[in-house]
């Protein structure tokens, strides 16, 4: 089946215990990005990445990092993390960037920072 | 930045009732989308509608575009309570690097 697996489901942690949110795509699909939903703001994009390698901040990179050495793979790393991102987070992936192509979403991430 | 704004932001209906949501956008598109979210899970592609399309069938949605008014509506026909959800429009960001979502029209079906 083709999806988008992110791990884990549920986290509480604690402020600035290092976590990472893992995603993977079974599609070959050449672009993954990460999103952040909070109530009244919507989803915003935090960082993307167009193929291997090539990676590039969205509009609120800041306290979260990312990597893709493989195609199939795109964690998202949180160094530091603090209250404010507590959030709902959802990696995507689509064939290509852009609004010629659906994008396929994970089931989400919901994050707690206490 | 470009973005969809959906209206109504919520909605309630009856089961077998039709379901009208609208987005606007502010600047030019190539495509436009509708995703789906039930309650707190990840965003489902329903439909793509280009912009030399006016309109375009998905099953019970029905999906049309007026590019002069910088404007979509999602229509979902004959509502069941599985379509209770949230509906939001997308499009593209300015740098092609990203979809833009509007805040979500939230659709309540009861039976």
């Known amino acids: 089946e083709a999806q988008v697996t992110q791990n884990p489901r549920y986290l509480i942690t604690v402020t600035g215990k290092k976590l990472t949110v893992t995603c993977s795509q079974n599609m070959n699909h050449e672009y993954m990005s990460w999103y952040r939903q909070d109530p009244g703001l919507g989803l915003r994009q935090i960082y993307y990445s167009m193929n291997v390698e090539v990676t590039d901040k969205g509009d609120v990179p800041e306290g979260y990092k990312v990597s893709r050495k493989e195609k199939r793979n795109f964690p998202l790393i949180l160094e530091s993390p603090s209250p404010n991102q507590t959030s709902l987070y959802f990696c995507?992936?689509?064939?290509?960037?852009?609004?010629?192509?659906?994008?396929?979403f994970g089931s989400g991430t919901r994050l707690t920072v206490v | 930045s470009q973005q969809g704004e959906e209206d109504p932001q919520a909605l309630s209906i009856q089961e077998g009732e039709n379901a009208t949501m609208n987005c606007s956008y502010k600047t030019s598109i190539n495509n436009l989308q509708w995703y789906r979210q039930n309650s707190g899970r990840g965003l489902v592609h329903l439909i793509l509608i280009r912009s030399n399309e006016r309109e375009k069938h998905s099953g019970r949605l029905r999906v049309t575009l007026d590019t002069s008014k910088k404007s979509s509506s999602l229509l979902i026909t004959a509502s069941r309570a599985a379509d209770t959800a949230s509906y939001f429009c997308?499009?593209?960001?300015?740098?092609?690097?990203?979809?833009?979502f509007g805040k979500g029209t939230t659709l309540s079906v009861s039976s």
């Open positions: 997308a499009t593209d960001n300015q740098a092609g690097t990203a979809l833009i």
């Open positions: 995507a992936s689509s064939l290509r960037a852009g609004a010629n192509y659906g994008y396929t």
